[in-house]
């Protein structure tokens, strides 16, 4: 009987052990679930925490939904990532002294903000006399030539040249026989369905010209440039009483940049950054770069223009070998239409006319005080001189990423052997970057810009090459060493160069014929006041 009596004693002790244990346990986990959801700001990061920037989970990396149209979903990033991704333990943390001013991080805002919009906004619409295409007087052929966007910029032209003289657009033909030799069709670039309908109140487009216009004879025309629509009216428009098919041999720089009605200066607009949009699969893969980029956090894109072309062009042979330099000469000696052969590479350099190498650009961005941690994407082709000439700005910056690095190789295959379209996918990720540098003012670069400052004037630095160049001519002598002073000098020259609302530039004074309309601002690099008006006088005539 006593047994039993201790038996039940030791049951109910034990009992109550264990109830005391649930309650406990349970009061561990009340605990803990109250301090991760009431009281979630326990821990606030460093500032070095906050401004690192990681790669997310493979998993978390994909385009999902960018348009109503558009939807890839890539489940996992590219394995060279993984490789990136390693660099970032290597980087070391923004330092507070470059990044902080007066008011402590606002310095790091500072270096992303855009600047003000002072309430400009896109206005492209129409104006009330507009009236809807009129009866066609025949067909306008199109070949486009040049790079991607000066044949962007000429199929604009082309398009308000169209509705100057009453002509059916043919789809244009891209240039095959350029420098880069790209066999892309107007549809393996563009979205050519968005193109016809966008601009079916505008100019009548289709695809092909009628069977039989084939073997008619046509008017081969070399516009004269930077022609006003009088020229079209009086002297393109008669061709209609003898033809029934025009053909434009060259489309780029057709049109003036000033002094045009404002119907045809908003269609021009309409027709560059509205219904020129990429082929579906450019603008898929472009934004799936963009998305990874942003895995970093705001990014600069660097339009680095230290391509082979460029450079034989331009006659700019700063820091190269003599070989080096004479393979360049070599090149523009036997390119037929580059009409100067004999150039001076120092003089090109003193006056600004030469591309910042990867070297200065480093030394640029450092200045204006971007840290070393700064993600940066390279807009460009083949980097003349390779990874021993990149390496001059990645071991400022070692987050340099490209397409390639961001993209696998199946993901590229389809765009590899096509300049334009390759050209296009750094188009997309120069647009979007929270910052976009140019190294020289070439085509792409007043594209992007233009249509930076279309969609609310995003961060655009402009570099001044030739005050850069002396500054870095007297670091390289030890007369000024980089550190704050240099900075100084170099945020005071481009403090006001960052893509803030203004006027286009007109003619430098004093040039005259050709070389007066060569001086003026280029009507896509900067379309204020055509097509951005401000808000408060102009809401009847926005569009977003």
């Not at 790209?182 to 193109?195: A, G, I, L, Q, T």
């Not at 000033?258 to 021009?268: F, H, M, S, T, Y």
């Not at 188009?427 to 003012?441: A, G, K, R, T, W």
Request: aromatic share 8%.
């Amino acid at each position: 009987m006593q047994k039993r009596r201790l038996r039940q004693l030791l049951r109910s002790k034990i009992s109550l052990v264990r109830f005391l244990l649930t309650c406990a346990i349970c009061a561990i986990a009340l605990g803990a679930l109250l301090s991760a959801h009431v009281f979630p700001f326990s821990k606030v990061p460093s500032l070095s925490e906050s401004l690192r920037h990681k790669l997310p989970k493979q998993r978390e990396m994909g385009y999902q939904r960018w348009s109503s149209e558009l939807s890839w979903t890539q489940e996992f990033s590219p394995p060279q990532l993984s490789k990136v991704s390693s660099q970032l333990s290597e980087v070391p943390p923004p330092s507070r002294e470059k990044l902080e001013d007066a008011n402590g991080v606002l310095g790091y805002k500072k270096l992303w903000r855009s600047p003000p919009t002072r309430g400009f906004v896109p206005c492209v619409k129409p104006s009330e006399t507009y009236t809807t295409p009129s009866e066609s007087q025949g067909y306008l052929l199109v070949h486009t030539n040049g790079g991607l966007n000066q044949m962007r910029a000429g199929i604009s032209d082309m398009v308000a040249v169209a509705r100057i003289i009453n002509a059916t657009l043919v789809i244009p033909e891209l240039d095959k026989r350029s420098f880069w030799q790209d066999s892309s069709n107007f549809s393996d670039v563009f979205d050519e369905e968005h193109f016809i309908s966008t601009l079916a109140n505008d100019v009548k487009v289709v695809k092909k010209l009628p069977k039989e216009l084939a073997t008619s004879t046509k008017a081969i025309k070399h516009f004269t440039s930077w022609s006003g629509v009088e020229y079209y009216q009086d002297e393109i428009s008669h061709l209609w009483n003898d033809f029934q098919v025009i053909r434009a041999a060259k489309s780029d720089s057709r049109l003036a940049n000033n002094n045009l009605p404002p119907d045809i200066q908003r269609l021009r607009c309409r027709a560059f950054f509205q219904a020129l949009r990429f082929a579906p699969r450019i603008e898929a893969l472009g934004k799936l770069l963009v998305e990874r980029m942003r895995s970093y956090g705001p990014y600069i894109a660097l339009h680095l223009r230290y391509e082979k072309d460029m450079l034989a062009f331009s006659g700019c042979t700063f820091g190269l070998s003599q070989d080096e330099g004479d393979e360049l000469t070599t090149i523009r000696e036997n390119t037929a239409y580059w009409k100067v052969k004999d150039i001076d590479s120092v003089e090109q350099r003193s006056k600004g006319y030469c591309p910042l190498t990867p070297k200065e650009v480093g030394m640029f961005i450092s200045s204006l005080g971007y840290p070393s941690s700064t993600p940066i994407y390279i807009a460009a082709g083949e980097i003349y001189g390779g990874d021993s000439r990149i390496a001059e700005l990645e071991t400022r910056f070692p987050l340099l990423m490209s397409k390639e690095k961001l993209a696998s190789a199946e993901e590229l295959e389809p765009f590899t052997s096509h300049a334009s379209q390759m050209a296009a996918l750094d188009y997309i990720v120069s647009v979007e970057s929270d910052v976009f540098i140019p190294s020289y003012n070439g085509n792409m670069a007043r594209a992007v810009e233009g249509h930076r400052r279309f969609l609310g004037h995003r961060k655009t630095i402009t570099p001044d090459r030739k005050a850069l160049v002396r500054l870095f001519d007297k670091v390289e002598r030890g007369s000024l060493k980089e550190g704050k002073k240099l900075s100084d000098i170099v945020r005071e020259i481009h403090s006001r160069r960052q893509g803030s609302p203004r006027k286009r530039k007109g003619p430098i004074s004093g040039t005259k014929g050709k070389e007066r309309f060569r001086s003026e601002e280029a009507f896509y690099e900067n379309p204020l006041p055509d097509c951005l008006c401000r808000r408060e006088v102009s809401d009847r005539n926005t569009t977003a």
